[in-house]
């Protein structure tokens, strides 16, 4: 098919899938999914893995004119209607956010995982490759270590998902520009700094992902690839070789099988449907990667996104990432021949731990490439970012509208994680006793294991934390706070943080113009 003249020329466009959680009043999952998907009626609102999460697919728009808006009003319209149905029934917020920071272990065991054959397939063949519990790193330091039993934990990681249209002769150095552009756009983005009631890094979701299927075996010489990842080296060749590694590389994991493609029979589509390599392809993770779809043509799926805070910074976060790729490989140019992949990759972890104050390394024509601190880099990409939406055809005043909420977001730093960690330290002082009242502090009320103290979110069992010999410097806590759900006044800093979280991005005002809770008179 590749080799048909006609096969992938098609205008470019934009499509994405929105993953969100449904929380209740105490700002707590609530697993409802089933029953809001079944009143929905709509084949573009999925189920997720866990009971708690559902899935919005929007429509494809072209890249030309005003697609960023398009998407935002897409997901602002789908955001609306799942609220509207799940909270008069259900008393449940749709709610767009890398981590829900309410999650506790006990949210995401087998219990939560969503009653759909293909989850509970990926459950049983997990099963079979790794022990049950297995460890869970979603932070650092010994109190970072959990144990988890389902891949159901992914419900607590929820992407933007973006498809981008490619053509096949295009792809190999866009897809290598793809890879590039993450890392920056991924710092700009960051949304997801409590993973399962910890203190994680920025976007505390890319480790929390790539661990959740429990699979440690890249760590032993000679094991198999972990099947979540950056990967290993940069796109050599045509697009067949994104295919050809994914089928040579990995292992199935959902066995398939169909009838022959070729009978004729298509279903309405221009070329065969290739079911079972689709289906393997949807079993290996990777943070960016190819999609085959049989209306004819090749797609870039960009996964590092995270859900949220408004279809807006969405939208912003897509234009920069989208142009930034774009212009890194116009011409034919490849980045492949500018940077090591080594510092890509690492740019990427650097970017999900430090977000706008990570290192990320960035290539300089003629001379070494350098280092630059994240915040720094992005704003001066945005210009070439900016070009690259200029060469698609994108509206200039759409892509100043989204490149400056993106320069605004940056400049003052005010990223969603950023909110989200400053508002859990105000909540958190507000819960404090005043000075002379010898109450004892948060921390002091915090319950203890054998080994870790951990902390209980209101009304759910404790996270178990894994004992560590070896503690990092830099050691993860779980949040202060006290059992019991009183709710309003009393309900416990996470649940308050999340439930502001939620009414402020159905406001849809964008993340860097959220103002924070006033401090108690006693802490200013």
């Not at 006990?106 to 297995?134: K, N």
């Not at 400049?411 to 006793?433: F, H």
Request: negative net charge.
């Amino acid at each position: 098919m590749l080799g048909e003249p006609e096969f992938g020329v098609v205008p470019a466009s934009l499509g994405a899938e929105l993953e969100v959680s449904l929380i209740g009043e105490d700002g707590g999952p609530a697993p409802v999914n089933v029953a809001v998907h079944k009143a929905l009626q709509d084949d573009l609102i999925t189920l997720e893995v866990a009971r708690f999460n559902l899935e919005a697919n929007l429509e494809p728009v072209p890249l030309r004119g005003r697609p960023f808006t398009a998407m935002a009003e897409q997901a602002a319209h789908q955001l609306r209607r799942i609220t509207a149905q799940s909270l008069p029934h259900h008393g449940a917020r749709a709610v767009p956010i890398g981590t829900l920071p309410t999650l506790t272990s006990a949210d995401v065991t087998t219990e939560a995982l969503t009653p759909v054959p293909r989850f509970h397939a990926l459950e049983h063949a997990w099963a079979r490759r790794r022990p049950t519990p297995f460890a869970l790193r979603v932070a650092e330091g010994g109190e970072g270590v959990l144990r988890a039993e389902s891949v159901a934990v992914q419900g607590a990681a929820c992407s933007w998902q973006v498809h981008l249209t490619v053509a096949p002769d295009c792809f190999r150095h866009t897809f290598n520009a793809a890879q590039l552009a993450t890392a920056p756009a991924l710092a700009a983005a960051g949304n997801s700094p409590f993973p399962l009631g910890r203190r994680g890094g920025q976007e505390a979701r890319i480790p929390l992902y790539e661990q959740g299927f429990g699979d440690r075996s890249g760590a032993r010489p000679g094991a198999p690839r972990p099947r979540v990842g950056f990967g290993r080296a940069w796109l050599r060749g045509g697009p067949l070789a994104g295919f050809e590694e994914a089928v040579h590389a990995y292992d199935v994991l959902l066995p398939a099988h169909n009838r022959d493609p070729y009978d004729g029979d298509r279903g309405g589509a221009e070329y065969p449907s290739l079911e079972e390599l689709r289906l393997h392809l949807s079993t290996v993770w990777s943070w960016n990667r190819p999609v085959y779809d049989p209306l004819g043509h090749l797609r870039i799926e960009f996964r590092a996104l995270p859900s949220g805070p408004t279809p807006m910074d969405m939208a912003a976060n897509t234009a920069f990432l989208v142009g930034l790729t774009l212009s890194l490989a116009a011409e034919g140019r490849d980045v492949a021949h500018c940077l090591p992949f080594t510092c890509a990759k690492a740019n990427f972890y650097r970017a999900a731990r430090d977000g706008l104050r990570a290192s990320l390394w960035w290539p300089s024509p003629g001379s070494a490439p350098q280092e630059y601190e994240a915040g720094a880099l992005v704003l001066k990409l945005l210009p070439q970012a900016r070009e690259g939406l200029a060469m698609a055809g994108v509206d200039a005043d759409e892509a100043d509208t989204m490149l400056h909420l993106l320069h605004e977001r940056v400049s003052t730093g005010r990223t969603g994680a950023w909110w989200q960690q400053k508002t859990l330290e105000v909540l958190s002082r507000r819960r404090e006793t005043p000075r002379g009242e010898g109450a004892a502090s948060p921390t002091d009320r915090t319950a203890s294991t054998s080994e870790e103290r951990t902390e209980s979110l209101p009304g759910r069992e404790t996270a178990t934390s894994e004992p560590s010999t070896a503690r990092a410097e830099q050691r993860s806590e779980a949040v202060p706070g006290e059992t019991g759900n009183t709710g309003g006044a009393g309900r416990h800093p996470l649940g308050d943080l999340t439930v502001r979280y939620a009414r402020l991005a159905e406001s849809a005002a964008p993340v860097h113009t959220w103002n924070l809770p006033a401090d108690p008179p006693w802490s200013q």
